[in-house]
């Protein structure tokens, strides 16, 4: 706890970790904190509060969220660390008994308690609190931690999906979507903020209305959104291969709003590991699904991830996801190694894969990724783009930022040939290929 008897001040700094979902419930953090009379600090020096949002997905995660509340206990002693995020939802127990560093501990089930949570730790006390989940709704998200004009829109929370090696469900419940009405209501008013580009996330978008309306409705809030009469941006994160809803690949060949940017976590091409990951598909219902997307959108970007060194997976099952790869051509591959997640079906099954084979099948993976992601790039030579700025470059003539082609933070960038105001929406000519990244020259300066 903390050495000092005095109560911190009213103020609070918050340190992102994990993915996109994180992110927002750390701006709902904020804005509840700041609705109650506490001050957001831009850094950790003189916050009353540290709150470290954490990640608990896999053990890289895990070990990069505790090493930040250890590192931050030890630098400001006076502050008072509140773990928050996943890792205090599934852990709660084991980090208030094993973790004194931790002053407080807050699981993300129910965001609003946060403010009580606050006080109590200003208090003195040592609150450990790891409400129920709640069922998901628009929360007060006053400031964004996305580059301006950008937005994450979460229109779900949980996952049913239950792949056999995820602690998703284990941390956030099973799926409970927003209603339709009210992630449109959350993103007429991010227009009206001036947000151009809203990125949806989800566990599963193609799961989406599942659980409250019995049928998946993602095409229906799509529909809705499209009535929003303004210039805009959708983009769709993580849609899972066996959901994939075909009817929203005619609107977007119907409205250019919602870009055609598509994020398929296959995360294996053999069946055998597919079933034992408790997924429907295969590679040949795979590669169709991908064939059905660029027959419709010729100009299609897809995303994926794949994942290695899963228990049983032998050189054959590998030598099958490395074949599906290379007929495949995704613009963009994430690959990585299998995590054994306690309490998850797979931490129990047999056939362990040495960690020294998975960092190299991983290795595979990524090498053979590059020329694909080069060659997908090539295509948009001389080809005009939308480009959101992002920032401009220190100390150069130059910007960054990402055309429909780029997702936040995942992807590679847009290198714009002037200096930027960020925020801003320009038409650029790609003129090269570089690594990852495309340069581009703006038109019309």
Known sequence: MNPSNAEPPRTFWIDLHGCAKNQVDAEEIRARLEAAGWTAREGPEGAGILVVNTCGFIESAKKESLDAVLALKARYPE???????????????????????????FGNGDLSRVVETAD???????????????????????????????????????????????????IRGDARSRDVADVAGEAR??????????????????????????RPALPDLLEELLRID????????????????????DLCARDPRILPYFDLPFQHASRRILSAMNRRGDAETYLRLIGDIRDRLPDAVLR????????????????????????ARLTWLGAFEYSREEDTPAAAFKGRVPRKTASERRRLVEEAQRPITEAALTTFLGRDLEVLVEEPVEGEELSLGRSYAQAPEVDGLTVLNARLEPGRVVRARVVAVNGVDVEAVVRGQ
């Open 120 to 170: 109590a730790l200003r208090r003195g006390e040592r609150p450990v609190r790891v409400p129920e989940a709640a069922r998901p709704a628009r929360a007060p998200r006053d400031t964004l931690y996305s580059y301006p004009r950008s937005a994450y829109l979460k229109i779900s929370e949980g996952c049913s999906n239950r792949c056999t090696y995820c602690a998703i469900p284990l």
């Open 189 to 214: 008013d991010l227009v009206s903020r001036g947000i151009f580009e809203i990125n949806l996330i989800g566990q599963d978008l193609g799961a989406y209305g599942a659980d409250s309306l019995g």
């Open 304 to 327: 994926s991830t794949f994942l290695v060194g899963f228990p049983g997976e032998t050189e054959e099952d590998f030598a099958a996801l490395r074949d599906f790869q290379d007929r």
């Open 230 to 249: 303004a210039d805009f941006r959708v983009r769709l994160l993580y849609i899972h291969p066996d959901h994939f809803p075909r009817a929203i690949l």
């Open 79 to 105: 502050s008072r660390v509140l773990l928050a995020g996943c890792l205090a939802q599934r852990y709660s127990e084991d980090l208030a008994a094993d973790l004194p560093e931790a002053d407080g501990i």
